[in-house]
């Protein structure tokens, strides 16, 4: 039997990806005038079947986070409140996107090197993850990122 590419996905590291693979995804949004309403669905809004959420607050000004790749983890993030750029990097190309508001997400497939800078005051990241936590998922390094990405390992 053929393996599908979610299964591939599944139990490799994914390769190959790259910042043209990054999506800004449009979530519905419902205007009232007693406040609006916006939600996400995992494999309809978030292409993942996610196992993992977690937020990001109280930046301090002028810090940065999450400069990393993963190899097997998937993400959604959403500027819940406030705004912040994320930049992507393949290791070929970067490019940066300022995420402002809470109907847009952002999805990061695997093996791409992310940064996540210039929060707002009060900004609120919210991320959803195709994975549980796990350290080893982590490339911490870019030059490790930059020799996992030229030998196509991730
Ligand atoms: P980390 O992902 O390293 O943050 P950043 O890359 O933005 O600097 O996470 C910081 C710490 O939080 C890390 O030591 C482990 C812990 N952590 C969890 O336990 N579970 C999680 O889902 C995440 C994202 C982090």
Redesign the pocket.
């Known amino acids: 039997m053929i393996p599908t590419l979610s299964a591939i996905k599944k139990n490799y590291y994914c390769c190959e990806m790259t910042i043209e693979d990054v999506k800004i995804i449009e979530l519905p949004k419902f205007t009232d005038p007693r406040g609006n309403l916006s939600f996400v669905e995992q494999l309809n809004h978030i292409p993942f079947e996610m196992k ?1 959420t ?1 937020w ?1 607050y109280d930046v301090p000004g002028g810090e ?5 790749a993963f190899k097997k983890n998937e993400e959604f993030i959403v500027a819940l409140s406030g705004a912040f750029d994320v930049i992507v990097d393949d290791g070929l190309q970067k490019k940066k996107y300022t995420l402002n508001r809470s109907y847009y997400g952002l999805y990061v497939p695997v093996g791409l090197w992310r940064e ?1 800078e210039n929060f707002s005051t009060n900004s609120l990241a919210l ?1 959803f ?1 195709s994975e ?2 796990s ?1 080893e998922d ?1 490339i ?1 390094k870019y030059d490790e990122f930059l020799k996992l990405k030229s030998d196509g390992k991730i």
């Open positions: 993992r977690y990001i940065a986070r999450g400069g990393h996540i991320e993850g549980h936590y350290k982590y911490r």
